[in-house]
């Protein structure tokens, strides 16, 4: 039971991550480095600027609200 709740929190995190990207690339450059910037610690990285972490963790957490209601439902 445990391995599996792990496998679906891990899932909540990578679709999280899908649907944050999937916007993101939607977006016109200008919009999107609203969200995102260049990260100088890594080569041709970014990171999230504040309002990209706040939309990603409204993300995570609408998604971890239905993991919690799939699970406690049973």
Do not use: C, H
Request: aromatic share 14%; no cysteine.
């Amino acid at each position: 039971m445990i391995r599996k709740i792990k496998l679906e929190r891990e899932e909540i995190f990578e679709t999280a991550d899908k649907l944050y990207w999937l916007f993101i690339e939607s977006l016109e450059k200008k919009t999107a480095d609203t969200y995102i910037e260049n990260d100088p610690d890594v080569i041709n990285g970014t990171k999230n600027t504040e309002k990209g972490k706040e939309l990603y963790f409204s993300i995570e957490g609408i998604l971890e609200e239905l993991w919690q209601l799939k699970y406690y439902k049973r």
